[in-house]
């Protein structure tokens, strides 16, 4: 029941981020991954996607990687199990 729950926060949240993307205000892009976190945590597949994704964009995962201390526990544990 967690799994479904975290899934559909999720989405709701990444939907929610790319509709609020183009307003001025600066909501879209937390909101959205706030929900690509959700997902990264309950979704192997998707774990195993971005870890490949890292692996070939080493700059951006390199950017992910000085940003990490700055971001909440439970975000920086699951961008660990994504190191490439």
């Not at 959700?38 to 996607?49: E, G, I, K, N, Y």
Request: glycine share 8%.
């Amino acid at each position: 029941m967690r799994t479904v729950l975290m899934l559909v926060a999720g989405w709701t949240s990444i939907a929610m981020g790319v509709l609020l993307l183009p307003l001025p205000t600066p909501l879209g892009l937390p909101l959205f991954l706030v929900g690509a976190g959700l997902l990264l945590m309950v979704s192997p597949t998707l774990r195993a996607w971005f870890k490949q994704w890292r692996r070939g964009h080493r700059p951006a995962s390199d950017t992910l990687l000085r940003f990490e201390r700055l971001l909440p526990k439970w975000l920086r544990d699951t961008l660990d199990k994504t190191h490439p």
